[in-house]
Every structure is written in structure tokens, then in C-alpha cells.
């Protein structure tokens, strides 16, 4: 691998739209030769939802920039807001949905970078996951 680059400007950022979110990457191994630390910024919007998965062999901090969302860390669920975050243990399935009226942007830092396995395990369709979103979130 190259020398680390140690500096991202928003011109270095690689972007990327999933199903329910817009992604920037800001760190990971490519863009800064990082070992330990996944840093992306998501951006939500009205409505969205990222149901219930997992990330074997990483943890994860979702910090709020703007937004409101409803965060799910096992089955406990807390109404979040810009400046809040949230610890997801590693292995640990959670939920994020933007519940508020305007976008959710947020931060989200897993580590390490290359843990074995898959990055996410979808877990929405098993119980008790499928049965703790409204039902016309339920199985997304």
C-alpha cells in the first residue's frame, strides 16, 4: 500500500447510494490506509429506514449531525437528535429510522476495517427483530 494520506478534502470523498441512504466515505482503508477505524457519513432521507442487521466482528458509534432518529441497540430504542450517538456493541443487531420531518445525517465509525466475515448480516425477517418495527417498516 502507498504512504498514508493523511488528509481527505470533500473532492477525496467516494460517494455511494444504498437503498435507504446516500453514503460518503470518508475513512478506510484506501482512502487513508486505516486498520482500525470505518468512518462513513449517511444521510437519510424522509422516512428512511435501515432495518435490523449486524456487523460481526465490529462495533459501531452512529453520532448525529443533523435530524431526528429513531435508533434501535438490541431491543432497547431511544429517540435521538443532533450531538446524541449511539454504541452498538459488536455483533449486536440495531435499526436506524429517520423519524423527524427533515433529513438525517450522521457519522458512523465501525472497527476494525477488516474484520473476517461479512460487513452486515441482515436480521429483520427473524424474531424478536421483525416483530419490534410498525408494520409498514417490518421486513426492509
Known amino acids: 500500500m502507498p504512504d498514508a494520506n493523511h488528509f481527505i478534502t470533500a473532492r477525496d470523498v467516494l460517494h455511494e447510494d444504498w437503498p435507504y441512504c446516500h453514503v460518503e466515505h470518508l475513512s478506510n482503508a484506501e482512502l ?56 452498538i456493541p459488536m455483533n449486536e443487531p440495531h435499526a436506524t429510522f429517520n423519524s423527524g420531518s427533515t433529513p438525517l445525517k450522521f457519522l458512523a465509525i465501525l472497527s476494525p476495517v477488516d474484520a473476517p466475515g461479512p460487513f452486515t448480516v441482515d436480521m429483520f425477517n427473524e424474531l424478536p427483530w421483525s416483530g419490534l418495527l410498525p408494520p409498514t417498516h417490518a421486513g426492509k
Open 32 to 87: 487513508v490506509g486505516a486498520k482500525e477505524l470505518f468512518l462513513v457519513r449517511a444521510t437519510f432521507p424522509l422516512g428512511a429506514l435501515h432495518s435490523f442487521h449486524r456487523h460481526p466482528g465490529r462495533e459501531e458509534i452512529i453520532y448525529l449531525l443533523e435530524g431526528q432518529a429513531d435508533q434501535w441497540v438490541g431491543q432497547e430504542k431511544r429517540l435521538l437528535g443532533p450531538g446524541d450517538l449511539a454504541h
